[in-house]
């Protein structure tokens, strides 16, 4: 009986794009389509005013900024994988004790749109 030969494994190189940021995103949405994933990442920024005829240095949020950081798209594979990926951590942070069922059920209830 014939044996096939094992598949040669390609050497894998990790590079840092030129583009390469790190951002920092409190929000995001997006969503997931037949044809593929999106999922943009923005951040808060409040603009806080000294409050008219409040106490010394009180102030009060006048506005926020939604600041668009980065918009990614993917393959619905891809999503369908980066969502298994993130529920892995989510279990092993339970399993650990260092993430409570109460948080996640908290932040269920949460609404952070604007």
């Given at each position: 009986?014939a044996?096939?030969?094992?598949?040669?494994?390609?050497?894998?190189?990790?590079?840092?794009?030129?583009?390469?940021?790190?951002?920092?995103?409190?929000?995001?949405?997006?969503?997931?389509?037949?044809n593929?994933g999106?999922i943009?990442?923005?951040?808060?920024?409040?603009?806080?005013?000294?409050?008219i005829?409040?106490k010394l240095?009180?102030?009060?949020?006048?506005?926020?900024?939604?600041q668009?950081?980065i918009?990614v798209?993917?393959?619905?594979?891809?999503f369908?994988?980066l969502?298994?990926?993130?529920?892995?951590?989510i279990?092993?942070l339970?399993?650990q004790?260092?993430?409570?069922?109460?948080?996640?059920?908290?932040?269920?209830?949460?609404?952070y749109?604007?």
């Open positions: 009986m044996t096939t030969p094992p598949a040669k494994v390609p050497k894998i190189e990790v590079t840092v794009h030129p583009d390469f940021r790190v951002v920092i995103a409190n929000g995001n949405f997006g969503g997931l389509t037949p593929d999106r943009m990442f923005y951040t808060d920024i409040f603009e806080p005013r000294v409050k005829g409040g240095g009180e102030m009060e949020i006048e506005r926020i900024n939604r668009c950081q918009d798209r993917m393959s619905v594979m891809d369908v994988n969502a298994a990926w993130m529920n892995d951590h279990k092993r339970e399993d004790g260092i993430l409570k069922k109460e948080d996640l059920i908290r932040s269920k209830q949460t609404d749109s604007v």
